[in-house]
């Protein structure tokens, strides 16, 4: 048998990698693992927990403005970018500690620097060469940013964090989830802001009448939505402003903008070509059911493989291969059924199972139920902001395919239904259950009649 440096070497200490990592130096294999960035990936540094932390003081304004109808009297507000930036810096500073100790204490090997491998069973990090018996890429994914005139004024995700100063006119161009988000921070902190969307209606793949309801919403929330829109050039004013120029003819003045047209798998100059590791037309990594690739000793996971480019289901993959290759399980197959998401737009969409407009290709009679209402809170609060919650069900088993909401903490609720969902649950289930009042959530089980079929 060889003699290797390392039993499993990681390149990547993002969230799949890191929890890969430690699970496998728990059970006493010998681990390496290399990050050129930062620990944690971009969920933590600028993904998920800033962005959470950003929709989160996104909404105080409407709460200030709303509390009036509560019989409170707030005094002039004022909204101060570099407390909130410098605050949220600190706190990831903060985790990227735990992440280091975690992996430390967990007896992995941390090495910093970039991963390249050599062959297959070589990385090479800054002039230093480990030999492995199998290599796991967990590299995750990058910003896309296409290539137009101007392209160097524009930011992405990574660099909105970290703005020196808070812009007065945002333009956020995309219509996928992290633009819908973003949107809704810069105009709760205040921004003047336009969405740009080449599309029709943005969030593709979510349930059409989920689109339509959230669009509806958003608008409410001062975001200007621009669709089958495009920006042709950006061109910089001598005043520091942005001017740009759309194919639909407009002209808008910015101070920032912001590109969240997608993200692609973070696969340049690892030694992915050198290997001969089989890799999709975007760059993802070509992986079998066990996360293997073409060459057998590399394995991969996470965004980089471009499955389901969530937080979670790395975490799920990483438990998944190390019960395969450390604890005898037959293979590493993760259930990406029944997934359950969010956005956190302002209102915020939840989301399990099936849209209507997949139920109605895969099912031959379903009905449809919908609640469209105004949230008690806003009895008072004076806001027109409204509520979407949907159920889809086969008529047949009368099995719950879909639930959506839009409306406040709807992944909260969703996830606990999404729990409903994976086990099977019925529309009797939910007929049966006893609603908690009052709460917009009991709305799931008090909705007797379908509103279509």
Same mark, same amino acid.
């Given at each position: 048998? &060889?003699?290797?440096?390392?039993?499993?070497?990681?390149?990547?200490?993002? @969230?799949?990698?890191?929890?890969?990592?430690?699970?496998?130096?728990?059970?006493?294999?010998?681990?390496?693992?290399? %990050?050129?960035?930062?620990?944690?990936?971009?969920?933590?540094?600028?993904?998920?927990?800033?962005?959470?932390?950003?929709?989160? @003081?996104s909404h105080?304004?409407?709460?200030?403005?709303e509390? #009036?109808?509560?019989?409170?009297?707030?005094?002039?507000t004022?909204?101060?970018?570099?407390?909130?930036?410098?605050?949220?810096?600190?706190?990831?500073?903060r985790l990227?500690?735990i992440?280091?100790?975690?992996?430390?204490?967990?007896?992995?090997?941390?090495?910093?620097?970039?991963?390249v491998?050599?062959? %297959?069973?070589?990385?090479?990090?800054?002039?230093?060469?480990y030999?492995? *018996?199998?290599?796991?890429?967990a590299?995750?994914?990058?910003?896309? =940013?296409?290539?137009?005139?101007?392209k160097?004024? =524009?930011? @992405?995700?990574n660099?909105v964090?970290?703005l020196?100063?808070?812009?007065?006119?945002?333009?956020?161009?995309?219509?996928?989830?992290? &633009?819908?988000?973003f949107?809704?921070?810069?105009?709760?902190?205040?921004?003047?802001?336009?969405?740009?969307?080449?599309?029709?209606?943005?969030?593709?793949?979510?349930? #059409?009448?989920?689109? *339509?309801?959230?669009a509806?919403?958003?608008?409410?929330?001062?975001?200007?939505?621009?669709?089958?829109?495009?920006?042709?050039?950006?061109?910089?004013?001598?005043?520091?402003?942005?001017?740009?120029?759309?194919?639909?003819?407009?002209?808008?003045?910015?101070?920032c903008?912001m590109?969240?047209t997608?993200?692609?798998?973070?696969?340049?100059?690892?030694?992915?070509?050198?290997?001969?590791? %089989? #890799?999709?037309?975007?760059?993802?990594?070509?992986?079998?059911?066990?996360?293997?690739?073409s060459?057998?000793?590399?394995? &991969?996971?996470?965004?980089?493989?471009?499955?389901i480019?969530?937080?979670?289901?790395?975490?799920?993959?990483?438990?998944?291969?190390?019960?395969?290759?450390?604890?005898?399980?037959?293979?590493?197959?993760?259930?990406?059924?029944?997934?359950?998401?969010?956005?956190?737009?302002?209102?915020?969409?939840g989301?399990v199972?099936?849209?209507?407009?997949?139920?109605? *290709? #895969?099912?031959?009679?379903?009905?449809?139920?919908?609640?469209?209402?105004?949230?008690?809170?806003?009895?008072?609060?004076?806001?027109?902001?409204?509520?979407?919650?949907?159920?889809?069900?086969?008529? &047949?088993?009368?099995?719950?395919?879909?639930?959506?909401?839009?409306?406040?903490?709807?992944?909260? =609720?969703?996830?606990?239904?999404?729990?409903?969902?994976?086990?099977?649950?019925?529309?009797?289930?939910?007929d049966?259950?006893?609603?908690?009042?009052?709460?917009?959530?009991? %709305?799931?089980?008090?909705?007797?009649?379908?509103?279509?079929?």
């Amino acid at each position: 048998m &060889a003699d290797f440096d390392f039993d499993l070497f990681v390149i990547g200490a993002g @969230s799949g990698g890191v929890r890969t990592a430690r699970m496998a130096a728990a059970k006493g294999v010998k681990v390496a693992i290399t %990050e050129d960035l930062y620990l944690g990936g971009t969920c933590v540094n600028v993904g998920c927990v800033p962005k959470k932390l950003f929709v989160y @003081s996104s909404h105080y304004a409407d709460d200030f403005q709303e509390a #009036q109808g509560f019989g409170w009297s707030v005094g002039e507000t004022r909204f101060d970018w570099p407390t909130l930036r410098d605050n949220k810096t600190k706190e990831i500073e903060r985790l990227n500690g735990i992440y280091k100790n975690m992996l430390v204490n967990s007896g992995c090997t941390l090495i910093t620097g970039r991963g390249v491998m050599i062959d %297959e069973h070589t990385v090479e990090v800054a002039g230093k060469q480990y030999t492995a *018996e199998r290599i796991l890429v967990a590299t995750g994914g990058w910003p896309f =940013i296409p290539d137009i005139p101007g392209k160097e004024h =524009i930011i @992405s995700s990574n660099e909105v964090f970290f703005l020196d100063e808070f812009p007065k006119r945002a333009v956020v161009v995309g219509g996928g989830y992290i &633009a819908v988000e973003f949107a809704g921070i810069f105009a709760g902190l205040g921004a003047k802001t336009d969405l740009i969307y080449r599309g029709d209606l943005f969030l593709r793949g979510f349930d #059409q009448e989920v689109r *339509e309801f959230t669009a509806k919403e958003v608008a409410k929330k001062h975001v200007n939505l621009n669709f089958n829109c495009d920006i042709t050039s950006i061109e910089k004013q001598a005043d520091g402003s942005l001017l740009i120029s759309t194919n639909d003819g407009q002209q808008i003045e910015a101070d920032c903008v912001m590109y969240a047209t997608g993200r692609k798998p973070k696969v340049e100059g690892i030694g992915l070509e050198a290997l001969g590791v %089989e #890799q999709a037309a975007n760059g993802a990594i070509v992986v079998n059911n066990n996360f293997q690739t073409s060459v057998p000793s590399v394995y &991969a996971l996470g965004d980089v493989i471009d499955r389901i480019q969530l937080t979670p289901v790395a975490l799920a993959e990483g438990m998944a291969l190390v019960n395969h290759l450390y604890n005898d399980a037959s293979n590493a197959d993760v259930d990406y059924d029944l997934i359950a998401t969010a956005v956190f737009c302002q209102p915020n969409i939840g989301t399990v199972g099936l849209s209507e407009e997949q139920a109605r *290709e #895969q099912y031959d009679n379903i009905d449809v139920y919908v609640s469209d209402f105004r949230a008690m809170k806003h009895t008072l609060s004076g806001s027109d902001e409204r509520t979407l919650m949907k159920m889809i069900v086969d008529k &047949a088993s009368d099995k719950v395919l879909g639930v959506h909401m839009v409306g406040p903490e709807a992944g909260e =609720i969703i996830q606990g239904i999404a729990i409903a969902l994976k086990a099977g649950a019925t529309k009797a289930v939910f007929d049966s259950t006893i609603g908690i009042h009052p709460t917009a959530a009991e %709305e799931f089980v008090t909705m007797r009649t379908a509103t279509r079929s």
